[in-house]
Every structure is written in structure tokens, then in C-alpha cells.
């Protein structure tokens, strides 16, 4: 993306646009594996292996948040942003996103022990989801805030799986889908948050389009893992370039 240093800021309205409209139109709802996921047409080991890799991503979250965190001077900020970390970890053992998280791996018929040891993991969804943590350690504090901002596009995502796995798979019961339920509010509420902090201190054109590149990177990213599951089950023959392996 150029720069132009010499452009003056974006208005508020404009800005926010700009981040929606690049973060929409690459977000990773519309990927190959989640038409066929919310079309009902995932065989069950398809369905699991999604889950199993996509653990380790989730897994992550805590981890970026914690660096996140780091990066502050603000106790304002940190007070804030820390109840993303006790959202997945949980205030106690058996609580938290993660647990929920095993919990759907339990549901969908994984051994949780096999998904929290990572072993299964593809190689290429360890890579992109270690990208992440390495783009909120490198980049600006902004531009890590910024990052999380595909959460703006989770809700309707969420309440989509919800239906799709509802109608297409009850073979998964309805309590193991607690996870996709209650990213919905607090998915919802974090992206206001951040889209908030980010309006406020992207107080130059240049900062805005760097927001914007974190943004769109962090979308890559999670593009990334899926490319790498519809590769490995659904489509083994080809390489993640589209060639054939």
C-alpha cells in the first residue's frame, strides 16, 4: 500500500469506511471451506479437522493479547483490553473460550487431549497463526489494535454457523455450539472497542493507511489457515499455489 504523507487525515466516517470496506471484502466468511461448511456438504472428518487445527489459532488469541497489553502505557487501555485474555483463558480452570472451544472438539467426536497437543496440527496453520502473534510483536501498538478489527465482521458469521450446523449437522449437539453463541455479543462489543481507539489515535493519513495494512493482513492470515485445511481434506491433490502437489 503507498503512503502519502502529504494527504491530511481521512474523516471519522470516511476512515471507518475504508477499514469495513477492505476488511469485508477480504474477510475469510466467504472462503471455499465455509460455503461448503454452511452448505451442509463437510463429511464429519472434514468438520473435524477443521476444528481440531482451528484450535490452535484460537489458542493464540490469549497470546496476542498479552503482547498487546505489553505494548501500553495506558492502565485505562490495559484494564480494558485484559478482559479479552479472561475471555478465552477463562478466571478458572473449565471456564473460558478455550474451553468452550474443547468442548465443541468433544462434541464433534475429537479426543480433546489429541487437540490441546497440537501433534495434528498442519504445518502450514502452525505458520499462519504464529504470523499473527509475529504482527501484533512487530507492528505499532495501533496497528495491532487494528488488526483485531476482522472481529467487526464475527457476529454474523457466528450466528450463520450457528444455523448452518444446527440444520445441516445435529449429529453436534446444541451445547457444544456455546462457543459460536457467545462470540456474538462479546465479538460485537470488542470490535467497537477497537474500531473506537483506532478512529481516535489514526490521527494522520498515514497512520490510517497503516491500520488499514494491518488489517488487511491480519485477514490474509486467516485466509491462510483455511487454505491450508481445504488443501490437506478436501482437496489433497493441490499445493496451496493452486498447482497440483
Known sequence: ???????????REAFVDWLKREGQSRYHDSHRYHVLMHDGKLTKLQLQQWVLNRYYYQTRIPIKDAIILSKSED???RRLWIRRIRDHDGDAPGEGGLELWLRLADGVGLDREEVRSFRSVLPGVRFACDAYVELVRERSLLEAVASSLTESFAPDLMSKRVLAWEQHYPWVSRETLEYFR???PRARRDSEEAMNLVV????????????????IRKTEILWQLLDCVYAAYIEPGWGLLGGRA
Not at 500500500?1 to 474523516?11: A, I, K, N, V
Open 1 to 11: 500500500m503507498t503512503e502519502d504523507r502529504s494527504r491530511p487525515p481521512l474523516s
Open 200 to 215: 481516535r489515535q489514526a490521527t494522520t493519513y498515514e497512520l490510517q493507511a497503516r491500520c488499514v495494512a494491518a488489517l
Open 182 to 184: 457467545s462470540r456474538v
Open 75 to 77: 492502565p485505562a487501555f
